[in-house]
């Protein structure tokens, strides 16, 4: 596996296999990932934000995976190692594909150069199919990019972590009358995906509005979007995440 060699020398040098993973988790910083990993040739195997983006489980190196071993940010330049359940799965949508009609009297032409995600969402939400999803006809883009969150603290089992100014990326953000809807896009199919994504920016706007922040995961491939609304019941909770509903959807162009 890709990075499996780094790891193990970042794990040797830090002394993170050492480390009694009941009583917490293992702090590392950036600067000691570097000076483990100098010696290698490639980026990948050198640059620290390279060896951290361990979006899903099987990103993670052998010696997580085999560990049961995720990472977090806390910190600008500093992470835990952390021991529990760090991924949530996406599941498969059963249900029929929903034939939807764009809300849109018009044809995008823009919309057909490029293959991007965040094309295909703008496309969604130009098309109002956001709106129909979530059910609220008042959503309006006001949210995307890079933020860093405030101070807060969580907990991942039995493991309380501190966190601060750690750099998060919403996709899209929607601001309603009633609620806030922060999306996560992907393209191709995804079967699992680290909690961090979804819980970051959830627990950064909940910070900042006093309506109920929901988060959507939403995936693009050559036969249409799918749209999936997790929940966590217990802000406080890492692992409180669930699913609430999700529909699959192919556009009809007006």
Known sequence: MPNDAPWEAIAEHTGMLRHDFTRGAF?????????????????????????????????????FRERGLFLL?????????????GY??????????????????????TSD???SEM???????????????????SLVLTIRGRKYTPKFSFRVGDCLLNTESVQTEVDAGYEGRKQVALVEAKSGA???????????????????????????????????YSLWEFRFRDLADYNSIELVRSQRFQIEAP
Not at 74 to 85: L, S
Not at 88 to 109: E, G, N
Request: glycine share 4%.
């Open 27 to 63: 702090p590392i910083k950036a600067e000691q990932i570097k000076k483990a990993t100098h010696h290698f040739q490639t980026t990948n195997e050198r640059e620290v934000r390279c060896l951290c983006k361990q979006d899903t489980r099987e990103d993670r190196p052998s010696v």
């Open 113 to 115: 150069v490029g293959n």
């Open 88 to 109: 949530v799965d996406i599941p498969q949508i059963r249900d029929a594909t929903r034939v939807y009609r764009s809300q849109l009297d018009f044809h995008l032409d």
């Open 119 to 137: 094309q295909h969402l703008d496309f969604a939400y130009a098309s109002s199919l956001i709106r129909t999803f979530m059910q609220d006809t």
């Open 73 to 85: 940010p806390t910190k600008n330049g500093t992470y835990a190692v952390v021991r529990g359940e």
């Open 190 to 224: 995804s079967t699992n995906t680290i909690i961090r994504q979804l819980y970051y920016p959830y627990r950064q706007w909940q910070e900042h509005t006093q309506k109920p922040v929901v988060t959507i995961f939403f995936q693009c491939d050559a036969s249409g």
